[in-house]
């Protein structure tokens, strides 16, 4: 399902010239008919409202931000002109898994780190400038809609979304994360693109972009969402240290403020990385590091039959 979702491109074609980091923007084609088989609901935003059980986040360009309890819900201010968000749609419709698992191999990541999201408008919509930390591949179901595409020079592997400078930012240690100011407002020399239904966008990690639309409009996402070295490195290292009885210790004293209880924690944490290191030593960091991609695939296993 994976190759038909990213089609006229080949998988060889795509992993050579655009991933993870080149954008790919696609020609109108038919809709994956896998894809459609497997989600009859996806031919028809109101249908796909009307079977959605999770909440529905309701989003105008410059206006307010509600959500509502399921989809129905959502269908009268979808005809009212605002944006439908629909996240985890492979939680509401079964055949999305087939398209996750199915990219999770391809990809050589877990599936539990992808997820699928569903846009649905009338009217004029569309989002302004900001950038996402995660990785987009954008299949148009229906309408037309135009993006606006630039590389992100201020910030390098964010971990969240980002706004533009004049706005509050979702997570402010990307400020502290940026080595240049974030811009307030897309540069004059961005790439424009016109998406029409079957085409597919394919939008690396962290370039900002804005997006426009006018009359009915329906988009499926597929979202990869990590995961960083950081937490292979971590969630791996743990593994290994609660191998040992002292790392399973509760680690007592390590809220507390300035005064014995405190400095107690610090010596007892300062003592177990001492051993761990002299257990490091002498061994190969290539040899660690396959221990704790193993280890990280064995807590974050391949879908069934993968």
Not at 199 to 210: V, Y
């Amino acid at each position: 399902m994976f190759a038909d979702f990213i089609a006229p491109l080949t998988p060889e074609q795509f992993f050579s010239d655009h991933w993870p980091d080149s954008p790919y923007t696609g020609p109108p084609t038919a809709l994956p008919g896998r894809l459609l088989g497997a989600v009859p609901e996806l031919g028809s935003a109101e249908e796909v409202l009307r079977s959605f059980g999770g909440p529905v986040s309701l989003i105008q360009r410059n206006g307010p931000h509600a959500r509502v309890p399921r989809g129905s819900d959502a269908l009268p201010m979808y005809r009212a002109g605002f944006t439908c968000y629909m996240r985890h749609a492979e939680r509401e419709f079964a055949g999305l898994t087939g398209l996750i698992d199915e990219a999770a191999l391809r990809l050589g990541l877990p599936p539990d780190r992808m997820s699928c999201e569903i846009f649905c408008s009338t009217g004029t919509s569309g989002v302004p400038l900001h950038s996402d930390f995660d990785v987009n591949f954008a299949l148009l179901l229906s309408g037309s809609k135009r993006w606006r595409l630039a590389p992100n020079t201020s910030i390098e592997n964010q971990t969240t979304m980002c706004f533009a400078r004049d706005r509050k930012q979702a997570d402010e240690r990307q400020l502290g994360y940026a080595h240049a100011p974030f811009p307030e407002r897309m540069p004059d020399d961005a790439r424009e693109v016109t998406m029409e239904a079957g085409g597919l966008l394919f939008l690396p990690r962290g370039w900002w972009h804005e997006t426009y639309s006018t009359g009915a409009c329906m988009q499926l996402n597929l979202v990869v969402k990590g995961p960083h070295w950081a937490r292979v490195f971590s969630g791996a290292l743990e593994e290994r240290l609660l191998e040992a009885a002292d790392w399973r210790e509760f680690a007592y004293g390590v809220s507390a403020a300035d005064g014995p209880a405190h400095d107690a924690a610090v010596d007892r944490l300062a003592d177990l990385i001492t051993r761990f290191q002299k257990s490091l030593a002498g061994e190969d960091p290539r040899t660690l590091a396959a221990e704790l991609v193993t280890s990280f695939r064995a807590t974050n296993p391949r879908p069934a039959g993968g």
